[in-house]
């Protein structure tokens, strides 16, 4: 059984990895994730394009472009790492640990905070 603070660690990477997997199928709405892709892939592009026609005694200038391309599949890398661990970590996390992690956190506000921000229960708001 795994301990209710790495539980909680585990359930943040599962909410970051379905934001970002949100971000990426859903059409309207905002989308940083989706965004930053794209803008990276441009920026890629483009750089693919120039190191063709770059000064070949330019090291500085063709690392640049390299450095484009890069950090293009660097962010790729990490948002598919970051999506496939949380698909994993919520195989790895039974019922039984994650009712654990909740109660736990469920004795203190900012435990509450942190629940209502996984989205692993709702507070309750009183419309008296």
Known sequence: MT????????QRIIAQSAD???????????RPVLTTLIM???KAADALAELAS????NPKAIRHLQNQVVIFTD????FGKIVADGFDFDQ???QSEREEMID????????QE???HLGLVQRETNDA
């Open 20 to 30: 970002i997997e949100a971000q990426l199928s859903v059409t309207q709405g905002c």
């Open 114 to 116: 942190e629940l209502d």
């Open 3 to 10: 301990d209710p603070l790495s539980i909680l660690a585990m």
């Open 54 to 57: 770059v000064d070949p005694d």
């Open 92 to 94: 790895e996390i039974t």
């Open 104 to 111: 736990m956190l469920s004795r203190s506000v900012e435990g």
């Open 40 to 42: 990276a892939r441009e």
């Open 75 to 78: 962010l790729v890398a990490f």
